[in-house]
């Protein structure tokens, strides 16, 4: 089932909305403004490649094929962050990088990786290593940083000076964000 862009939102819309009424009593982390970009990306995922995500998964779980209901049903149990599918070679982390070394390691033994970090990431060396590691042993891996200018609320610039990871292995995007880096931008009382 193809997902096109005015699906996702409405995802994200439902999620928000489930948030404010305080059915969901743990954080999450809504994406917007890169619908199109993911779109055009995961037309090269194969069912059988692995995908591995940030904090801001619900996007990259519903692309990878992971059913509706059943990442509704992980973020509803407080899972926002922590989506997965082991059925649908999905994993996520709100451990800034920690994707990363899973990436090699599981490209190592053979399988096709995809990797997301945000543009934060990309900055640290924890990608430099793993781009490194990842080129030394000609490993079928691809590290997509989203770009959105924030490490978390500070502009990336800012809190890195920039110096992002340049190769053959990394492909960039910058899409606005819509939604504000945690939650909803309102109090919720749970």
């Not at 917007?32 to 194969?46: A, M, S, T, W, Y």
């Not at 982390?93 to 934060?120: N, T």
């Amino acid at each position: 089932m193809a997902l096109d862009a005015a699906a996702l939102i409405a995802f994200e819309q439902d999620i928000a909305k489930e948030f404010e009424a305080g059915n969901i009593r743990a954080p999450i982390h809504l994406v917007g403004g890169n619908e199109q970009q993911l779109i055009d990306i995961f037309k090269e995922v194969r069912a059988e490649d692995w995908v591995l995500s940030t904090w801001r998964s619900h996007y990259h779980a519903l692309l990878k094929g992971i059913p509706p209901a059943e990442v509704k049903r992980q973020i509803m149990a407080g899972r926002s962050m922590f989506i997965s599918s082991v059925k649908h070679r999905f994993i996520s982390s709100a451990i800034m990088g920690g994707m990363l070394p899973i990436a090699c390691g599981l490209a190592s033994k053979g399988a096709r990786v995809w990797c997301f970090i945000g543009d934060m990431c990309a900055s640290t060396g924890a990608l430099h290593d793993a781009v490194r590691f990842a080129n030394g042993y000609n490993l079928d891996v691809r590290f997509i940083v989203e770009d959105n200018g924030l490490s978390t609320n500070t502009p990336t610039v800012e809190a890195w000076g920039g110096g992002m990871a340049s190769d053959k292995k990394v492909t960039l995007y910058k899409y606005k964000r819509t939604w504000p880096h945690s939650g909803i931008d309102k109090w919720v009382l749970f």
